[in-house]
């Protein structure tokens, strides 16, 4: 069993490094020197040598003869590939109308999916597929994880080597910050692995309405238009009603004295 002098020794040498990803090499260098335990760890494979990690994401903007038509169409061949729509929406303006999918779909299936909008498509109108190369970045979380791994096995046995309260407290303590920077790790290896195993897709299909003049449309709705200016136009006239009121009463004054003036005399 180790002596609590050399369990301190430890846990400061595991304590005194900075940097997180410092503190898996140093600490488990003095664990080795105090522990004497053999490490399993093995160097990170050359990244020429290892399958390549990309993601791929992209933005698809094309014509189409039929919003319905292309929406079913492309939730067919999605759900084939295996992938899922995570999101949608859809706008209308002027004389188009327009519907946008966000596609998830296996990285090795983009491409052929791709070629089957292409297909369907009336025109493209832009186009832009992105690719970027993680593998370096995945391979060095991967190994900074199984060292944090290895780590936490050593506190682990230490643990059960303490032989007091303080030791336990102290062990622990270094067990949780070692365990948190372990959940890090893995999320952000999740993330990656997400990222190169499906791609993203922002697919965007419109329609063109009626470019022609459009007579019989604008007919109905020039009647349309002159039936409400008809119906403003009476209400203003009732705004009006006591000018009209006044004018009448004038005329018929007017009138009246007229009738009532007599003759001139010959």
Known sequence: MLKFPILMGFIVAACGTQNSGDLGIDSTASYETLADIPTTEQPAPPTEFTDRKIIREGDLYFEC???????????SEVKTAKGYISNESSNSYGERSEKRLSIRIPSDQLDSLLEKIQAHAVRIENTNIRSEDVTEQYIDVEARLKTKKELEIRYLSLLQQAKNV??????ERELANIRGEIESMQGRLNYLKDRTSMSTLNVTFFVEGEKAFGFTSKLGQGIQNGWTNLQ????????LWPFFLILGVVLFIVLRRKKKTPPPMK
Do not use: A, M, P, S
């Open 65 to 75: 003869r039929d919003i319905l038509e292309t929406e079913t169409f492309l939730k």
């Open 166 to 171: 303080d030791e336990i407290l102290q062990i």
């Open 232 to 239: 403003w136009f009476i209400v203003f006239l009732v705004n």
